[in-house]
């Protein structure tokens, strides 16, 4: 397997490539790489890539890692059936 | 590809001169002269069960919790009850006193299966090389020690100060 | 000269809309520079279904239907040019739906249909149960009475829109800045000579304000609505047999089912602004549990088979809406090179055409595709159909208003 | 359960040992505490942790994790805690949890909230990473020692810090070969102890070395290694294949903190605990109003400390909530404060301490 | 493979013995063992086939966060498979891609 096709996004099956290409576009944080990619978008809501897609903007922009933050974290944290979501009252 | 993968040298073990500088290794002479306890724990680490087990009050660590366990060997009876607490399992009994050309080791050890009293294993050194043969004397495995055994095997004596544990009883594959 | 010392266009916003601006002007030729202060699509444009849906709502833009409809028509054609152009963003015509989920529901959608054939347009067709059921199966055995179809709207990925923009725009010579909050539009004498951000100053010839939601903060000559909004986001499915649509939910509104390409499905409807009284806020993106768990109701309710799906996120939005529901899309009056263009529920389905319209104007000083004095910034705009929502009182009735139901907005206000 | 809404006094999300120690503690001056968690039993990764943990007497130090983990759950049982299990908190806005248990969703009222998620392993990407056998340390040694699932027969594990040590010496336990332990330093990580052990059994650990690629077919057949220099960068001819069907990664963890940031804590940057850290002041409380966090989603550390924490913030929760006098809390806080700070002390612990400093000395605490 | 004895944990636990159903095959499993790991103990480490790559994947997480081992259970595509607990006579499938609902949608 070649470096090119490295996967940084599991869920969504992003390549480190695409994300690259995304940074050099302008995209220099989690929620832009997102956006321009899909990275985190997937089942899993970014948990895994999240850290990798930070290291990888650091390398490429130069930006310290303190400055990229995580993108915004919604509910439901884990994935949920609506019929479940949905079977409350009183909320 | 068939050479064994060996360590990087020096990655991970302070050296046999660190060990033995510090406050829980014996002497020499006290290594020649009786059984004693072998505490190899060269790190500052927060950790003390070793001075709360010990009955005699030999093994001190003190204030602050990260002293390095110092041992007095004139107040140490060689009874062991450290050997299987050590949290790191970094405790040994060297007794270079067992006949005039052996000496027993006794180490903790928590594998499955267990050698038999009467095996004989190979003995292996700090890198788990083996060293020589030697002969399992006791297998201590009381409920008190929690899975951990103590085990004392009995090799040649020139090996004591290297030889501190025995190669694992499960399967090896040889090959790699 | 550095770049952003001056140059002819200014736009503020990195939205669809903001983008295809830049991009149209960039490809005349023209010096632009896009500020955007948060990440591109990161305002309405990145929170929103992707439908194009080119006239939405059943009070509202009767009477001037086949004006609003130039625009959204030339878009429409338009995004399909462009998609030759710069690049895939999953534009589909596939229809979308108004719902009549009760038996008076779908009498006044038949009077709508009917008068807005008398209107010219021609494209919308009245749908009985057994038509809207076959066009989007995942209804199951849901009550619907019938629908209000256009088969050439549909739904397109807003992101890769937004990005496929910029990127063109970008090739064309533009500069995108983004993460560049703009303070303040600059003027000399009534004439606008450039903006003032954190990296100083930007001269221009001319300023686009396409800020949408948050266009009366910069230019206070217009007035919008912005209006929270809110969606869930499910798991990734196989593809489905669904299309954007409108519908009422227990007496509130909601909408969607854009399916993207990647298999997601999302629903959801306009939420309150949150805050104390006095105090309200509307662009507040915190999406409350009781929203969340009310956009999966929406989805169960709607489509029954679906309820198994997981739901993955959800957010909330800011749309914006002018005082009549039409847009702003132009000139401000006594303030000479500077363009407002907001108050898009829907910029999907004016993104492109505006793109184009705004660069036709700021070369040729004037329109030449369609009648714009139907979005003159400048419009006397009356507030009939729209009170004020900025007292959350109003906006309270506005709600009731719009759901036909002041009881139910009466409990909802309660639950903030 | 029949109601939708619940009121509860104190609310602890996740039952592992910061979790139940807050739990245990607040209990015991009589607060009226719940703990959720996701799993089908509580102790979270205590029971992982089949090691004999070091510390003190007072940190049940030589005792191993999962017995303390059953000791921390016959305290909260004895105190009435009620625990719900396998119970997802989805969601928090300010005094509200949104919960998922039993196929349904309910809203807990609460008056405070600790937030102990725990942590989360870092990912590392190479080529081959997403092949089936490539997974945590901490996925391993849950498969192993919880479930009593081998997750392999023969392992590399990349990472030389406790975590990868313990978890390769775990592996042993388990009857799994340990290929070779490689680390990305020239030093490990981890307590060389915890090192000295797995060498007697000749596994070897390269330093300076790094995993280059994960192959196979479907699963992890082989992982090639190599040495890298200084930079990091790949040295050519030094690459070797191992076969090897589970590859373990254990390169540090991370606070699970989403609650945190989904209810609007600040955070602060600390890498030696692990990233963005919500920031608590010495009472373990968060910039949120009512919401304290306690263990790993505080700052990575050891589950002794995590239990510690989780005693401070038990206690000055029972103390916020009136069940005791400030003077006997004050005193019972410093005790904790004590036992927290004898924890970090020496090589290993002074960075951690002087980051849980800068994060309760944070002007945002004022 | 299952770890029988374990030399710090002692003997392996008699749990009720249950059979799951993978892909047409039947396994034993114990009742309430994450369904991940009574695959893992029968061998079967691949749990699905990326969408757009059609990769295998198997667990990674082992706690429910990273949402690789997700599989078919009962006609339900992305059921985390790490998390769940098995139940006697589920029907567990190999996840290609999205996935097939057994409802029809």
Redesign the interface.
Known sequence: MSKKDLIICRCEEVTEEEIKKAIREGADNVDAVKRATRAGMGLCQSHTCYTLIVKIIHEMTGKPIKEILPATHRSPIRPITAEILAKSKNM | MKDRLKSTPGAWVISREILEASPGYPSKEELKRKPVIVIECPEEIPCDPCETICPRGAIVVGEPITNLPRIDQDKCNACGLCIPICPGLAIFLVDNTYSEKEATVSFPYEYYPLPKEGDEVNAVNREGEIACKAKVLKVRDPKSHDHTSVITIVIPKEYSNQVRGIELQQKVDKNE | MKVFDATDVVVIGGGAVGCSIAYHLAKEGIDVILFERGNLASGASGRCGGMVVQLYGRELNIDKTRKRLNLTQLNTHRLLELQDKIGDFEYKQIGSFDIAVSEEEWNSLKKLVEIQHKLGDNEIELLDEKQTREIMPIFGDRTVFGSRYRPSDGNLNPFKLTYLLARAAKKHGAVICTNNKIEEIIEDNGKVIGVRSCIGKTKAKWVVNATNAWASQLTKEVEIIPVREIAMITEALPELRSCPFEARFEGEFAYGTTQTKDGNLLIGGPGLPTGEPGNYNYYDEFIRLSETKRCAEYLCGFFPSLRHVNVIRSWAGTMAFTPDGVPFIGPIPNKEGLLVVAGFADGMADAAAVGELITEYITQVKFISIPMEIFDPGRPCPKIEWPHPYVHETLHEFLAKKYNNLELANKRINQI | MGKETMNVELAVVGGGPAGLAVAAKAASYGVQVTVFDENERPGGQLFKQIHKFFGSKEHQAGIRGHDIGYSLLSQCEEFGVKTMLNTVVWGIEKNMLGIQNNGRTYTIKTKKTIIATGASENPLCFPGWTLSGVMGAGAAQTMMNVHRVQPGQKALMVGSGNVGLIVSYQLLLAGIKVAAIVEALPKIGGYMVHAAKIRRTGVPILTSATICEARGENEVEEAVIASIDEKGNVMEGTQRVLPVDLICIAVGLRPLAELCWMAGCKFMFLPVLGDHVPIHDENMRSTVKDIYVAGDVAGIEEASTAMEEGRLAGIAVAEELGYLGSEEADEKKNLARKRLESLRLGPFGDTRAEAKRKLTESEVNR | ??????????K?EEKRKITLEVDGKKIAAYE???I??AL??AGI???RM????E??????????????C?MIVDG?P?V?T??T?ARDGMKIQTQKG????A???
Not at chain 5, 3 to 10: A, E
Not at chain 5, 55 to 68: H, L, Q, S, Y
Not at chain 5, 98 to 101: F, V
Request: charged letters at 25%.
């Open positions: 493979m299952r770890i029988f004895y374990h030399p710090i944990l002692g392996l309430g063992e994450p991940a790991a893992l103990a480490r691949v749990l990326s969408p757009k790559r990769e295998p994947r198997g667990v990674f997480c082992a706690i429910g966060r990273c949402t690789d997700v339900q992305n985390r790490c998390v607990p999205l996935g097939k609902w409802k029809k949608l």
